[in-house]
């Protein structure tokens, strides 16, 4: 009995404990719990100052996201950026491009030069000494004269070194390309007006290339320029003014209409000149050819029209030096339109011979004012001829 009652003793606490330890355990875990909810708790605040960075971040990121679109509709209303160019002055381009011209002339001057050094000067020496010159675009009355005045001297002088040679030739070719009229282009201001200047020539040429190049140099040397683009026929040569003229400031005065007529485009320009002060007008030109009249009718009444307002103090022939005789024969035929004052030779880097230069001054009776020596944009210069002849002679 007593073992009985000590069984039941034992049982019942063996009760009380395990169920005292499963009423305990509960509690245990819900605080780990806790804890754990706790740290998810700060796990979930961590992220909530992640979020604010995050946020941040992703509210930057969103602004930046959004941004473009809240840009967008600005971004055209922005201001272009203004990126004037500063041009290089003009004076001593020719000496700097004076390499082109070499690899162009050398032909020309390299083989009078052999010629004129052989020990025996007989008459087919000087005939092939005339032949030299005449390729060259001399033109035949000039290489007669070259050729005769070479004899001379030799005759006078006897002994031929080498340096003699050169020296001899180079005078001679210097007497043929200076001219006593000055190649000094008038591009000042005068009577409160500025100076107004007409490109003319037939299309393709350069013509309009010319009036870029000018102006940026004309710019460069400090002047303030205004471009005309009456060149209304080409349809793309407003365009490429108006480019040209961006680059430097110069204002380009264009009609909005297709054919428009050039007179009143010249007029607008010269208006526009006169207005603002300017210091040189330079207005291009259409070049069609098709009849003498057509042309006189066009460039006469530009120069009528301008007139008007200001006078025109240069009208500057643009020719294509690499074309040779029919130059010359555009050259002839502009002549007689309009009072050219100067002649712009363009792509004297390319093909040509040179010998044009002598040709169209002794033809037109005016000097050649300025060079195209490439495509660049400073690629243009005022025509010396001593650089011209010792690149001639490579020297
Ligand atoms: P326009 O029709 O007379 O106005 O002729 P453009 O000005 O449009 O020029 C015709 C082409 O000749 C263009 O490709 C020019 O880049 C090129 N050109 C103009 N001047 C020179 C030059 O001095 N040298 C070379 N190599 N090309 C030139």
């Not at 004052?341 to 230069?357: E, H, M, P, R, Y």
Request: aromatic letters at 2%; glycine letters at 10%.
């Amino acid at each position: 009995m007593i073992a009985y009652i000590i069984l039941i003793v034992v049982v019942a606490v063996l009760l009380v404990g395990v169920g005292g330890s499963m009423l305990l355990r509960p509690r245990g875990m819900h605080g780990i719990r806790r804890g754990r909810a706790r740290e998810l708790d700060l796990s979930g605040s961590t992220p909530q100052a992640g979020d604010d960075t995050s946020s941040t971040g992703s509210g930057t990121a969103t602004a930046t996201a959004t941004a473009p679109p809240a840009q967008r509709p600005v971004e055209p209303e922005a201001p272009p950026k203004p990126t004037l160019e500063k041009p290089p002055p003009s004076a001593g381009r020719m000496v700097r491009l004076r390499a082109r011209l070499a690899r162009s002339q050398s032909g020309f001057g390299v083989a009078l030069l052999g010629l004129l050094s052989r020990d025996r000067l007989d008459d087919d020496t000087w005939d092939e000494i005339e032949e030299v010159l005449i390729t060259a675009d001399v033109g035949v009355t000039p290489a007669r004269q070259i050729t005769s005045d070479l004899r001379t001297k030799v005759k006078v002088e006897g002994t031929r070194t080498p340096e003699e040679v050169r020296a001899m030739l180079r005078s001679e070719l210097l007497a043929q390309v200076e001219t006593e009229a000055t190649r000094a282009l008038h591009t000042q201001r005068h009577e409160g007006h500025p100076a107004v200047l007409l490109m003319v020539g037939v299309n393709g040429t350069g013509k309009t290339t010319t009036c870029g190049k000018l102006a940026r140099s004309l710019v460069g040397d400090g002047q303030t320029v205004v471009l005309g683009a009456a060149d209304t026929f080409r349809a793309a040569a407003a365009d490429q003014l108006q480019t040209w003229g961006e680059r430097v400031g110069a204002q380009v005065i264009r009609s909005d209409k297709e054919q428009a007529d050039p007179a009143s485009v010249a007029f607008d320009a010269v208006s526009a000149g006169i207005e603002q002060e300017a210091d040189v007008v330079l207005i291009d030109t259409a070049g069609r050819l098709h009849t003498k009249n057509d042309l006189m009718d066009e460039l006469g009444k530009v120069k009528r029209v301008v007139e008007k307002r200001t006078a025109v103090d240069e009208v500057l022939l643009v020719l294509d030096a690499t074309t040779g005789q029919n130059g010359l024969r555009q050259a002839r035929v502009f002549a007689e339109v309009v009072d050219v004052t100067g002649i712009v030779l363009t792509k004297l880097d390319g093909t040509a011979k040179g010998g044009i230069v002598i040709a169209v001054q002794r033809e037109l009776g005016v000097p050649v004012k300025l060079v195209g020596l490439g495509e660049g944009p400073d690629d243009l210069a005022p025509f010396d001829p001593v650089t011209f002849v010792d690149a001639i002679l490579g020297d």
